[in-house]
């Protein structure tokens, strides 16, 4: 429906405004993410509770594109490097990030050298080495394994392990900013070769081991995997902070709850810790419930936007993209569906991304008037039902997102009637996540999936390659060779991103990528809707629980989660 444009000037005003006050309410008084930790000093014991709300599909590392997946990676598996709640990369099972300045990474970016901490072990006492690492990558680039993404590790020529096996060299192909970035928490960490070695890499992800993995090296391991129910984590005696007292809780059970009501239900109930990416219909709920905080992160890293099946002919018009683009009025998106738990964006980058966050880019015009002139000057003439056609074929296309969410689906009936406005219909088929991110998309099938909505992000660097190169694309082969699931190629756009990948200069990098942005907002292979703010609950006595603002978020820092008394 057409606003006045004065209309639209105070809801996005007053969209800024709630979304301040959240910000407000998740921040110290130095602006900080907001701190669960109580004043009391932390102590060892107790089994916390987390409601996931959505089924991992793998517990190997790169293994899956499910976030839910690598929240419970961050758990089981110690990464090389880990990023903290404030989006900094932090040293893991390395002893330092590498950097130019440290002479751990040559000038060009070709060159570089991860450092191992000595007398790391896996789970089951054997030695954790550069070997372990060496063959980790190996594993990855081997398209019989099925990576969720080989973007880095596939510039990879050859690997050097000293022979003291405490340090790895890595000689690239080409150079590549954000290296410790793709080996960043524990969705990206080392595998046991001891364990994975003896397989083929095809029948990894297909093994007992991909969702009960029985050697791993992190905080915890995992001592019972229910698929759709549950799964338990134990401390792990042998984890390589184990002598800093670390981790603090004795077990941790995430319990799959794929309906909010029931996450609601379960906090009301007082009969869970906590639970992440809470359905934001309920937040002035959320509030109201005693002995427990709402917890946000101020720094805004992921995107919601809807992606076009480019293997449709018809969404391979241009002018039907565009108009498309034009007809989505964001602020009821942001106001209506996400009760104001958003913020405006029309890139893939957030605000927490220095460089990649660009506060004035071209985003298109909200304009119907606009959209409806494009679409009658390219040939689609409106029908008697309200659909526009053009030789014989329909604007009417399949819109699908994860099932049992909420304000996705107050997204699509806003987008439904946006869409009817200018002639479009939308036909509304969801999926679980599971089915989803497993094999709806990546199959890319016209007719069945034509538009698809979810939440997206880059860990630690803004590098968008993996979303968005030729190289990205699933193929019938490897439908996880990468997650550009709008099946988008663009040469112009896979040269900017090897340049901005050869650079570690910020400004530099900012520069590059604002061209990046440009032919997103005049090319649209997707469409960003907004940026969320994604909410949490945790239990007053439950403590240290910090989400961060991108990658696996909820379980950043996890084995620094502890119970007051020592009791959840």
């Not at 993404?149 to 690239?172: C, E, M, R, W, Y």
């Amino acid at each position: 429906m057409l606003k006045q444009l004065q209309t639209r000037f105070l809801m996005v005003s007053l969209s800024l405004l709630s979304v301040l006050i959240l910000l407000l309410t998740a921040c110290g008084p130095t602006g900080a993410p907001a701190s669960s930790t109580s004043s009391g000093k932390p102590v060892r014991g107790g089994t916390w509770i987390d409601d996931l709300y959505e089924e991992p599909t793998s517990l190997i590392p790169n293994g899956s594109v499910e976030t839910f997946s690598n929240l419970v990676d961050n758990s089981i598996w110690a990464p090389l490097f880990s990023g903290d709640a404030n989006g900094n990369i932090q040293p893991g099972l390395a002893t330092e990030v590498p950097t130019v300045a440290n002479g751990d990474v040559s000038p060009d970016l070709k060159t570089w050298t991860f450092k191992l901490r000595p007398g790391l072990k896996w789970s089951d006492g054997q030695p954790l080495n550069a070997d372990d690492v060496n063959f980790t990558w190996k594993l990855w680039d081997n398209p019989q394994f099925g990576a969720a993404s080989t973007v880095g590790f596939n510039l990879i020529q050859s690997a050097t392990v000293s022979p003291d096996k405490l340090s790895i060299t890595f000689h690239l192909s080409a150079p590549f900013a954000p290296f410790a970035a793709a080996w960043t928490d524990g969705a990206t960490a080392p595998l046991p070769a001891h364990i994975f070695s003896s397989m083929s890499p095809g029948s990894i992800l297909k093994s007992p081991q991909n969702l009960k993995p029985t050697v791993s090296s992190g905080p915890f391991t995992v001592s019972q995997s229910v698929p759709g129910v549950n799964y338990t984590v134990v401390r792990n005696p042998n984890y390589y902070l184990a002598a800093q007292g670390l981790p603090y809780l004795d077990s941790i059970v995430f319990r799959i709850v794929t309906n909010q009501d029931t996450i609601l239900s379960d906090i009301q109930s007082g009969s869970i810790d906590s639970s992440w990416f809470l359905d934001v219909t309920k937040t002035a709920t959320y509030k109201t419930i005693s002995n427990y905080r709402l917890v946000a992160n101020p720094k805004t890293a992921n995107f919601e936007a809807m992606y076009f099946d480019l293997h449709n002919p018809i969404l391979q018009d241009l002018n039907v993209r565009k108009a498309m683009a034009m007809a989505i009025d964001h602020t009821a998106l942001i106001n209506v569906a996400r009760r104001g738990q958003a913020s405006p964006l029309c890139t893939d980058h957030g605000s927490a991304y220095t460089p990649g966050y660009e506060p004035n880019a071209p985003c298109p015009p909200y304009s119907v008037s606009a959209a409806n002139a494009l679409l009658q000057q390219d040939g689609w003439v409106m029908g008697s039902d309200g659909v526009r056609t053009k030789n014989g074929q329909r604007l009417e296309f399949q819109y699908s997102t994860t099932a049992n969410n909420a304000w996705r689906a107050a997204d699509e009936n806003i987008l439904q009637q946006d869409f009817k406005a200018i002639g479009v219909k939308i036909d509304i088929q969801n999926y679980p996540a599971s089915t989803f991110f497993g094999t709806f998309l990546p199959a890319g099938k016209p007719g069945k999936y034509d538009l698809a909505e979810f939440e997206n992000n880059f860990p630690y660097d803004p590098d968008d390659a993996s979303e968005f190169s030729c190289a990205a694309i699933p193929t019938a082969a490897n439908s996880y060779s990468g997650a550009n699931f709008s099946f988008y190629c663009n040469k112009q756009l896979d040269s900017l991103f090897l340049k901005e990948q050869a650079t570690d200069n910020a400004s530099a990098r900012q520069q590059i990528f604002d061209q990046i942005h440009q032919i997103y907002l005049t090319q649209f292979p997707f469409v960003t809707l907004y940026g969320p703010v994604d909410i949490a609950m945790v239990k007053n006595g439950a403590n240290g629980y910090q989400p961060g603002p991108m990658g696996a978020s909820e379980t950043v820092g996890v084995w620094n989660w502890w119970c007051t008394g020592g009791k959840c």
